[in-house]
């Protein structure tokens, strides 16, 4: 088997009484070239098919078929054109354009499923959270509590100007205003109305009691909400909150946030230290170490013996365009990597976009693997930030446990190199495996998303955040 990481010592895992469980999502994107640029033109690649509900309901009825926790859905509002100061090699590439919403795709898939959960992204940029708190109440009664929400501040300077900004806010800048938004949407989800408001009582001709339904008067920096949430209680009120944020910044307002985490590292050792400081972080905020479930992005290409999952990747290879991995690292950084020698190291460069991505680089190089321009185009080609990983379901089982062990890392959020073929090697011949070592579930724990990733009922913990804005905390009017 082959794969861009090499083996390193673990941490220790925590420490259940049985052997430690491995959990997927599926990654995903409402376009085509989604990771891996190039593989569209496969002849076995349906992405072209994403404007179709059957390509999405599909897809929900495999991943549900191998007990995959969700499909993450990923977005964009702007186009990839920090490469050679152009958006034209996106737009050549279809590099995540064009690209349709990802909301838009949940009541289909969720009426085919039971069980399949939903991270659906959403920007706090461009969009009031009054409509979004709606949005996302209206998807988790429609999916019977089964959606989760990815909260990205955006990255993209063309989505700042085509919302009539010059600009995006400097990075830190954008985490602060998120940090209010997300207070008006608790204030919306937890504070607004009492579980019991809604009596239905036909013989009074009571539908809501007014009394038990409260205004969150918010008047904050950026946003002025003074009513009720518009929508009744959701199986899950909050829907789970996903973030992927890995800087600094980003894990501070993970550790105040989040209830699953996605991150992207090249090596072991970096997604070692990345969860480290993670885990660090939450329980810093009060939260236990293990309170959020973290994915790390990776890419698998299998099949039912090595030869064969080895000449998959070799015919995959003949469609990779590395310009078009150089266009997504260049949107993914800041920095037009159009503008350096190709076998030139890419060192200290300061980014307004994912800083996650220069600091993993930089921590590589420190652990003796430096990058090089022609590196990132060729390893990111399929896979994108995330490693790749070539071998039999018995080879990639080996090593997904390694990493599991040795990283203290929950799961894997797995791209495609193709779709659904990608998926459908994974559930054929990797979940097997998995399942035959006790190490991956073989059905669905009941209740809504958030119950089935933690255990712990359907609502947020009382350590959360979010928690502090319920009816009767104390706190949530008048700020």
């Known amino acids: 088997m082959s794969t861009h990481d090499t083996a390193s010592a673990s941490p220790a895992a925590p420490s259940t009484g049985s052997k430690r469980q491995i959990r997927f999502n599926a990654f995903d994107m409402n376009c085509v070239a989604h990771q891996s640029s190039g593989l569209w033109r496969h002849p076995d690649d349906q992405s072209h098919r994403y404007k179709e509900l059957t390509y999405w309901t599909h897809l929900a009825q495999l991943l549900e078929r191998g007990t995959f926790d969700g499909i993450f859905i990923a977005d964009v509002l702007g186009t990839y054109d920090v490469y050679g100061d152009t958006n034209e090699a996106a737009i050549r ?8 919403d990802p909301l838009l ?5 969720a009426l085919v499923t039971e069980h399949l959960g939903f991270g659906i992204t959403a920007g706090t940029a ?20 089964r959606v989760g929400w990815n909260v990205v501040t955006g990255y993209l300077p063309s989505a700042a100007r085509n919302m009539g900004h010059d600009d995006q806010l400097e990075h830190d800048d954008r985490y602060d205003h998120a940090d209010e938004y997300l207070e008006v949407l608790y204030k919306l989800w937890e504070g607004s109305w009492e579980d019991d408001a809604v009596q239905r009582d036909r013989e009074s001709g009571v539908f809501t009691d007014p009394a038990k339904v409260h205004e969150i008067g918010h008047y904050g920096k950026h946003f002025t909400v003074p009513g009720i949430h518009i929508s009744e209680p959701s199986p899950q009120r909050s829907p789970v909150i996903y973030q992927a944020g890995a800087s600094p910044r980003g894990i501070a307002f993970a550790a105040d946030n989040a209830e699953a985490i996605f991150v992207a590292a090249p090596t072991k050792e970096v997604l070692r230290s990345t969860v480290s400081r993670i885990r660090d972080a939450l329980e810093a905020a009060g939260r ?23 000449a998959k990747h070799q015919d995959y290879l003949q469609y990779a365009s590395p310009e078009g991995a150089l266009v997504f690292m260049s949107g993914w950084m800041g920095v037009d ?11 200290n460069v300061k980014s307004n976009a994912i800083q996650s991505v220069i600091a993993n680089l930089e921590e590589s190089a420190r652990h003796g693997q430096e990058f090089t321009v022609r590196d990132i185009a060729e390893r990111g080609a399929i896979g994108g930030l995330g490693p790749l990983i070539v071998g039999s379901g018995e080879e990639i089982a080996d090593t997904l446990q390694e990493w599991v062990e040795e990283t203290d890392v929950d799961g894997f959020n797995l791209a495609y190199a193709i779709t659904p073929g990608t998926f459908e090697d994974v559930v054929e011949h990797v979940i097997p495996v998995l399942r035959a070592r006790g190490v991956y579930p073989d059905a669905y724990a009941p209740g809504t998303l958030r119950e089935k990733l933690h255990g712990r009922g359907d609502r947020l913990p009382d350590e959360h955040r979010g928690a502090r804005y319920r009816v009767g905390a104390g706190v949530g009017a008048g700020v």
């Open 93 to 100: 590439h279809g590099a995540q354009v064009p690209v349709s």
């Open 337 to 347: 990597l159009s503008q350096y020698d190709l076998d030139e190291p890419v060192g």
């Open 126 to 145: 461009y969009e009031h959270p009054y409509p979004f708190a709606r949005r996302m109440s209206t998807l988790d009664h429609l999916t019977n509590g």
């Open 105 to 109: 795709l949940v009541s289909a898939m």
């Open 288 to 310: 236990d170490r293990y309170s959020a479930r973290i994915y790390t992005l990776l890419t698998i290409i299998t099949d039912e013996t090595s030869e064969k999952a080895h």
